[in-house]
Structures are given as structure tokens and as C-alpha cells.
């Protein structure tokens, strides 16, 4: 009885049949965002031989994290301390 009533779409609450949905078609296809070339030289500045970082180092933690760089803000990733620029 449970069983015909299964296949037949009967049954109520946990054991009712779950209706499928439509597919959406996408519209066009998705931009792809453009990658700067070289991230590199946005974080440090080469000069000869020496390489030096071009962001703040966190007063916190202490040498070795450093500081993000936002547009009206430093914030540091590990603790969040940060500072108004």
C-alpha cells in the first residue's frame, strides 16, 4: 500500500515527492575579470639588489606581518588592529 502510493505521489510531508525545477539558462556568458600581470611589484620595491617591502609592518605582531593597504586605512590581517591613514 505504501509503496503504490509512493509511486503514485500521495503521500504527504517526509515522504512526498519533491517536484523538479526548471533549468535556467544563462543569458549571455559571464564577464571574466581582468588579473593585473604582475602582483609582485604592487607589494615591493626592487631596487638593485635589495628588496623592500612597500606596506607597514603591524606594531602589534610585530617584524614579519604586515599591514593591508585600503583607501582610507591600514589594517592588519592576523590581529585587526588598524590605523587611519
Known sequence: MLAR???EGKLRGKMAKKKK???KER???KPKRKKPA???AKVYEISGDT????N???PKCGTGFFMAS???RWSCGKC???EKK
Do not use: M
Open 27 to 29: 543569458k549571455g556568458k
Open 51 to 54: 628588496i623592500k617591502r612597500k
Open 5 to 7: 502510493n509512493a509511486r
Open 80 to 82: 585587526g588592529y588598524t
Open 38 to 40: 604582475h602582483k609582485v
Open 70 to 72: 585600503h583607501k582610507d
Open 21 to 23: 525545477g526548471k533549468a
Open 56 to 58: 607597514k609592518t603591524c
